[in-house]
């Protein structure tokens, strides 16, 4: 190879390789409180640990104008396999959450807890109490494997436990060897003098882009299969998980004026035997390790791997990483990607309540106490050795394992925080990322604005007698797509203060994208958008039709 030959490599591979197996000066940095944050090179090696570095940007103006540094903070994340936690673990963030963040619970859109708000002087303790509660933030972030999902409650059937366990096998068998975390926060000392530390998996440099998996039950694509880098689909025979569909490809960042960066939505490559799943994903993470492009980040997913190369190449190398090629796709169907809120009951006669969080994020708000309302249930005498805590892909918390005395006192404790469940269909199909004012990649409100907006779409619906009708809408504050806006029915991307992409035709299952319908629009644009749509959709649709289904159909996007 020619010197003109040489690859320039993003300078996140050179941060990786030099960084001591994600070590670099994280000790020390974090050990100087007279700086609120840290340097470039430590915000990206943080991640890997599951933190990113943020400021309050409602502050930002005041702060400059008095010539004050940004209000640095850091952000935690969990690593939490199908997002299960017994009670005391529940209970254990929550005192957190209070002491050492911001005083909220965020759930996630990848089904687990992050805690906003952590000054650097609370970063040590803050992970040194998460650690005794059994619990890390390892690979939450960063250019690794993150957070497994799988179908929300893993008590509802024996395929669902077996979904769980998938997960949790999955985020084990990808989890960085590295010892740094545990040297960085927790104050374990490092082995010197035995075997050179290595990475079997990741290699020096792990993978070119962070990298998504999740694991679904059929007829729910709660965990939206088709948003991911790599996906299973479980094939239920007798009860049990005989095998999955395997789905890779997806994902849902792209870059506003650069048509270059897209969403995607996974392709099916096949099918594999259940006791094969972790060799699959083996050959399919390892590939994307290989192929990836590791000059350019914006172009480094998964996704531009398979469109680069071509998805009969992807498939072939894929099989010759294995003993055994994955077989054709079986059939599967999907009914929905949004959670059914409410109680359900299992064969054991157990219950379990699905409880609506808008936009997951617990807290106290008024005489509304949803905060409060959890620890007093997670902390019930008996229900906090033998019920569980769960969190769902769509941000909301499931309250697990009641017995009929404990489903009582959980609907009374409910009650006398002002926690009810009288939220309308749109509202319970509704997924918002963070935004402003903690993501710093954040060009519009979306968090603190849906609920709001979602009220002015309600008024629309009910005008056009769709009240009832179930349809997903999704908001985030930049095209990055956190809470996966790009399958909605709505979706809506922002665009500058105020303004969205108003995003139509997703399918209510979750498998196709949507398509931009209205760009750069302000509120009273979006409504003045969908008002007509909703007119005709309450007059033309099919028996059964979903609203995306109708979009595309009628031609509307």
Known sequence: MADTDVVQLSRNEEIKARSDFLRGTLVWELGEQAAGGLSEDSNQLVKFHGMYVQDDRDLRPERAKRKLDRAY????????????????QYLALDRIATERANGTIRLTTRQTIQFHGIIKSNVRASMQAIDAALLDTIAACGDVN???MAASNPYLSRAHAEAAEAAERLSAHFLPRTGAWREIFIGDQRVLGGEPEFEPIYGATYLPRKFKMTVAVPPSNDVDVFAHDLSFIASVENGGIAGYNVVAGGGMGATHGEPETYPRVGDVIGYCNADRLLGVAEAVLTTQRDFGDRT???HARLKYTIDTHGLDWFRTEVNRRMETPLEPARPFHFTGNSDRLGWTTDEEGLHHLTLYVENGRIAERGDWRLKSALVAIAGMEGFIDT???????NQNIIIARANDAERDAIERILEDHGVTQDVSRLREGAMACVALPTCGLALAESERYLPTLVSRIDELLARHGLAEQRITIRMTGCPNGCARPYIAEIGLVGRNPGKYNLMLGGAADGSRLNAVYRENAGEAEILEALDPVFASYAKERKPGEGFGDYTRRAGIV
């Open 73 to 88: 903070m850091f952000m935690a994340r969990l690593r939490i396999p199908a997002g299960v936690l017994t009670p005391r």
């Open 387 to 393: 019920g569980a805590i769960v969190m769902t892909p």
């Open 296 to 298: 350019s980040r914006k």
């Open 146 to 148: 993150r957070n497994v």
